[in-house]
């Protein structure tokens, strides 16, 4: 065993499989979308080099633009509305004494579920006739705030976002809570001793502490914002009028709908040079700021 751990073409031996899915998956279909994304083809005539005309096209086209100001839209929701939420909702499970098991599951269970599951469910929930949502407004007495929830311009986006929020919150919760009991019980206990209330524990202890995991959590929410298709695609698909239309979508349907094969995959490269951006000026952020240590 010895030998084996010595010698350097054990090790070769063993990532050589690893390797290989990752140059078959991932490398070469990078390769291939940076190559046809210069060039004009529709899947089967040879490509042809039509250098940054896909790109500039791109810029140009109001469509793209909306799809960009929709992701951004999915990354302001996680960082804005979702992540105080999740704060919240895991302060609270970290302080339940019984049952503790059953409401971590419970929050955790949309997570388990397929995309396309969450957005069939939420698509009757929406429904303005059979929905949910619309009917129980009307029980309430609320009846003037029902809405067809994914077919309005100012209800379909955010109907989209709240029910992604639906699906990934129980895994972050979690992260949070195994970050919250990670913190030593000593500081809370000097805390607590000193005179501190539970808000003051957690806002001005807890909060900090839960900076490493925060940063995690801001970097997988760009990151899957940036990403988002089987959501929009299941739930509205890019409608109403192109008003939900995100970036995956939008290459999607000019590769797969219209043929534009070529300038779909300038799409893709875009898609990831402004996810690698933003990842990066997030990171430059956060190394800016002092780390805070126990």
């Not at 084996?4 to 291939?32: E, K």
């Not at 949309?110 to 396309?116: C, D, E, F, R």
Request: aromatic share 16%; charged share 10%; with cysteine.
């Amino acid at each position: 065993m010895n030998k084996l751990g010595r010698n350097p073409w054990a090790y070769v031996l063993f990532t050589l499989p690893t390797l290989l899915l990752i140059a078959v998956f991932f490398l070469y279909p990078m390769i291939m979308s940076l190559r046809y994304g210069f060039t004009q083809w529709n899947g089967i005539s040879p490509a042809k080099f039509n250098g940054l005309t896909n790109f500039i096209t791109a810029f140009q086209d109001k469509y793209f633009w909306i799809a960009v100001r929709n992701n951004l839209s999915f990354i302001c929701f996680s960082i804005g509305v979702q992540i105080p939420f999740i704060l919240v909702l895991a302060f609270l499970v970290s302080k339940i004494r019984r049952g503790k098991s059953f409401y971590q599951t419970m929050i955790f269970l949309p997570t388990i579920l397929s995309t396309a599951v969450v957005g069939v469910l939420w698509s009757f929930i929406y429904h303005p006739q059979a929905g949910l949502l619309n009917q129980l407004l009307e029980a309430i007495g609320l009846k003037a705030w029902q809405h067809v929830w994914l077919a309005e311009d100012a209800t379909a986006l955010l109907s989209v976002l709240v029910t992604n929020a639906w699906q990934w919150i129980g895994f972050y919760v979690v992260l949070v809570v195994s970050a919250i009991y990670a913190i030593p019980k000593n500081i809370l206990e000097a805390a607590e001793i000193d005179g501190a209330a539970s808000f003051g524990q957690a806002w001005w202890i807890t909060l900090p502490l839960l900076r490493p995991i925060l940063i995690v959590i801001v970097l997988l929410s760009i990151t899957g914002s940036m990403k988002a298709l089987d959501i929009v695609f299941v739930m509205t698909g890019g409608n109403p009028y192109g008003i939900t239309e995100v970036m995956a979508t939008y290459m999607y349907k000019k590769a797969y709908r219209i043929g534009e094969y070529g300038y779909a995959s300038s799409v893709a490269l875009l898609i990831l040079l402004f996810t690698g951006t933003l990842t990066a000026v997030f990171g430059w952020i956060t190394k800016k700021q002092g780390e805070v240590r126990y």
